[in-house]
């Protein structure tokens, strides 16, 4: 089955992002109508991921050069929630591609960065995410995949899963144990030996094309390997993760403003014994909860951006705190959308039966909450015995 937006070639919202209104105006005339299709299909068509690249929605923080426009951090968040709050799998795609792009861009060579840089950014290719295994997930001590040296260059031998965009990625960033530490390399997709398998039917965001990816005997040469060698489980790994946890957090805040969104319109359409619901206290204090943790991690994810535009290394704490922070507030205000509209928010086709399932995912992808609380405590512990 092909699946197509439908949404006219030119209308309003087209044109490049460079900033909310503009991420709203794609969004809403792009995404929000028809994001219950691509859930139900299982897939982002690619009328959309072209348009995605028209509007410059692919990694914009590059540098111009890059194929970017040199985008800040803090606008990158709110472009981030903008298409969180129309479609968490097409975010999911962004984030993993951001993932790619900034890390080939930061600890690239000035090689990798002529091959890779400027076709990621305009999205000419489009990268994904390999961490996560079978058997290691949060935990990347657990970590199977192998690198061998051999004949100057590597051989990669393993398994990923829960890829987002395995499917349809063109070059794969994939961390593999090596003699002396976790190196990350850049694999293309075509390359002998790499079998792409799709995982479908996924709780939620699930047009976000999930794939498991096997690695047999892929021979790749020197220029594979990203950033200096012993480096990478250190300074690659964690910056590559803050910059995913930050576009997950952003996402998820947008699933909470869609939410509140979603639950203000039908409170106020929908009457109970000739009253509108909105008018019930009960329904009010849901609403007035929506509207604080949205402000509140609006607040949190604004100051994780800042950070990371300063260069401070606080902000990899500062992300975790809005990461845990959005996510459980989208699962918990999701919750909430979905009791507010009762059997409706669980027919088929209710969007906020889509935000309620792509909200647990949330919770989980790139750091589990559980993760993340033990990282914050320890955190909170360092600073209060200095």
């Known amino acids: ?90 975010r999911s795609l962004l984030t993993v591609h951001t993932m790619v792009s900034w890390t080939v861009q930061r600890w690239g060579t000035a090689e990798q960065r002529e091959r890779w840089s400027a076709a990621l950014g305009r999205g000419d290719a489009l990268g994904a995410f390999c961490l996560s295994e079978p058997g290691a997930g949060s935990d990347t001590a657990g970590i199977a995949t192998t690198a061998t040296q051999a004949g100057g260059g590597w051989v990669i031998n393993g398994t990923k899963k829960w890829t987002t965009g395995g499917q349809r990625a063109d070059v794969f960033l994939v961390f593999a144990r090596t003699a002396t530490s976790i190196g990350a390399f850049l694999v293309p997709r075509d390359s002998p030996g790499v079998e ?43 910056s590559t993760l803050d910059l995913g946890r930050y576009s997950v957090a952003a996402g998820s805040l947008g699933i909470v403003q869609a939410c509140l969104e979603a639950s203000a319109d039908y409170a106020a359409a929908r009457e109970v014994g000739g009253r509108p619901l909105a008018e019930l206290p009960l329904i009010q204090s849901k609403l007035s909860d929506m509207v604080t943790d949205a402000r509140a991690a609006r607040l949190l994810i604004a100051q994780a951006g800042r ?80």
């Open 196 to 238: 792409v398998r799709p995982i479908d039917d996924m709780l939620g965001t699930r047009a976000s094309m999930l794939a498991e990816i096997s690695f047999t005997d892929v021979l790749l040469g020197p220029d594979a390997l990203l950033g200096p060698s012993g480096f990478t489980a250190g300074m690659v790994l964690t």
């Open 1 to 90: 089955m092909t699946l197509t937006s439908t949404a006219p070639v030119i209308a309003a919202g087209a044109g490049p992002v460079t900033d909310r209104s503009s991420a709203r105006a794609f969004v809403d005339v792009h995404v929000v109508p028809y994001a219950d299709d691509y859930d139900r299909s299982g897939r982002v068509p690619e009328d959309l991921l072209d348009r995605v690249a028209e509007a410059g929605l692919w990694a914009p923080f590059l540098p111009p050069g890059a194929g970017g426009i040199g985008m800040d951090m803090v606008t990158l968040g709110e472009v981030h929630e903008e298409v969180g709050r129309g479609c968490s799998s097409l």
């Open 307 to 386: 950070l990371k535009d300063a260069g401070e290394s606080a902000t990899i704490m500062a992300t975790w705190v809005a990461k845990y922070f959005a996510s459980t507030a989208a699962a918990r205000h999701a919750s909430e959308a979905v009791q507010i509209q009762g059997a409706n928010g669980c027919a088929p086709g209710s969007p906020v039966a889509r935000f309620y399932r792509d909200a647990k995912v949330m919770e989980i992808i790139e750091g589990s909450n559980e993760v993340q609380r033990i990282t914050i405590a320890g955190q909170a512990e360092r600073e209060t015995t200095r």
